[in-house]
């Protein structure tokens, strides 16, 4: 399967722990995309890189939340001193330079926080 | 701010019933559009899209989408939907000079057969 992949697909943490999701994207995506979806909602868009540069990220974005992209591959986020508010399913998707408005998504991970 | 708006969140139908889910969308620029839909336990799929042209675009299993611009709407129909068709349908906005979809809230379509 040549889609994006996310992993793990479910994570349960209690509050306070930090936690860390991995996305790959379609191996010839340039860019790739976080988003958070809660229940009852659409995906909120997170935050977005460009090969290894993070170029936006959104105000749902707090301190406690960090990505990153290291040679311009996969990407990681990671939650620190996690809150029951984070509960939601984090999403990755990718696209390409020359057809960027096409994002394809990934499983996405579950997060619940206890 | 940008923002979308699905006016159905839960529609039931019985299998062979045309649909057509709402979306409406608030940015005055230059929009890209977008279906997405969620099986049951599946990602998100791209359903259809328009970027410019014919403002009637057709999508993979029959769906089809209008735009039009002066009502700010892109609303999806199905002229006979199947039980297969069960899933969770949300209208996304990509607009001129963003970097990100703007998606609406979601409508849970549920086929009885």
């Known amino acids: 399967d040549t889609g994006v992949s996310q992993d793990p697909r479910h994570k349960i943490t209690k509050r306070g722990q930090n936690v860390t999701f991995r996305c790959d994207p379609i191996?010839?995506?340039?860019?790739l995309y976080w988003y958070r979806q809660t229940l009852g909602q659409g995906p909120e868009f997170l935050t977005y890189?460009?090969?290894?540069?993070?170029?936006?990220k959104s105000r749902l974005l707090s301190d406690r939340f960090s990505a990153e992209r290291p040679k311009g591959s996969f990407s990681t986020l990671e939650i620190q001193r996690t809150e029951q508010g984070d509960s939601a399913m984090y999403l990755c998707?990718?696209?390409?330079?020359?057809?960027?408005?096409?994002?394809?998504f990934g499983p996405g991970t579950r997060l619940t926080v206890t | 701010a940008q923002s979308v708006s699905q006016h159905n969140h839960h529609v039931i139908l019985s299998e062979a019933a045309s649909l057509e889910l709402g979306c409406n969308y608030s940015?005055?620029?230059?929009?890209?559009l977008f279906w997405y839909v969620q099986y049951p336990g599946q990602h998100l799929q791209l359903l259809l899209k328009?970027?410019?042209?014919?403002?009637l675009v057709k999508g993979i299993k029959g769906f089809e989408a209008e735009f039009i611009k002066s009502k700010f709407s892109f609303n999806l129909r199905k002229p006979s939907v199947q039980w297969s068709d069960t899933a969770e349908y949300f209208c996304a906005v990509y607009a001129t000079g963003r970097r990100a979809l703007t998606f609406g809230s979601g409508t849970r379509l549920q086929v009885q057969p």
């Open positions: 328009y970027f410019s042209g014919d403002p």
């Open positions: 998707a990718s696209s390409s330079g020359q057809n960027h408005y096409e994002q394809y």
């Open positions: 890189f460009q090969n290894e540069a993070q170029l936006e």
């Open positions: 940015y005055g620029g230059t929009v890209n």
């Open positions: 191996s010839e995506h340039n860019r």
